[in-house]
């Protein structure tokens, strides 16, 4: 399969909120890093992580456009609430084994009801 091919299939699992199905679209060892937080290391921890946000609240991707470029899939998004990132995936062997995006958290946290965290690493917050 393409990366195009894999994003579409991720993209369907994440609009289902299927943390099985999508686990199952990464590596072992994959990543996955939203710059908003720290870098999620393995398979079984991506799954945990999907079920644990699915839980907190309901989150749609809505495609704007979608580039591929060898082995990468990269995708612009939004959400039916305004917010809008983007998110590259690094495919190898039909498996995913990077992911960065990039999105604004505290408009995501805000718009969900959801409490702001405060950093112990940005002491500005």
């Known amino acids: ?10 993209i369907d699992c994440f ?9 199952n679209l990464y590596a072992q060892d994959a990543i996955n890093h939203q710059v908003a937080n720290t870098p999620v290391i393995g398979k ?42 983007c998110g590259f995936f690094h495919v190898q062997n039909d498996k995913i084994v990077f992911q960065r995006g990039y999105w604004d958290k505290l408009s995501f946290l805000k718009q969900h009801g959801l409490p702001v965290e405060n950093s112990d690493e940005n002491p500005n917050t």
Request: charged share 25%.
């Open 44 to 85: 079984t921890a991506i799954h945990e992580m999907f079920v644990n946000e699915f839980a907190t609240s309901k989150m749609v991707c809505i495609v704007e456009h979608i580039f591929e470029d060898g082995e990468w899939a990269i995708m612009e998004w939004k959400d039916p609430l305004g917010l809008r990132g």
């Open 1 to 10: 399969m393409t990366p195009k091919e894999i994003l579409q299939k991720w």
């Open 15 to 23: 609009n289902a909120a299927d943390a099985v199905a999508l686990a």
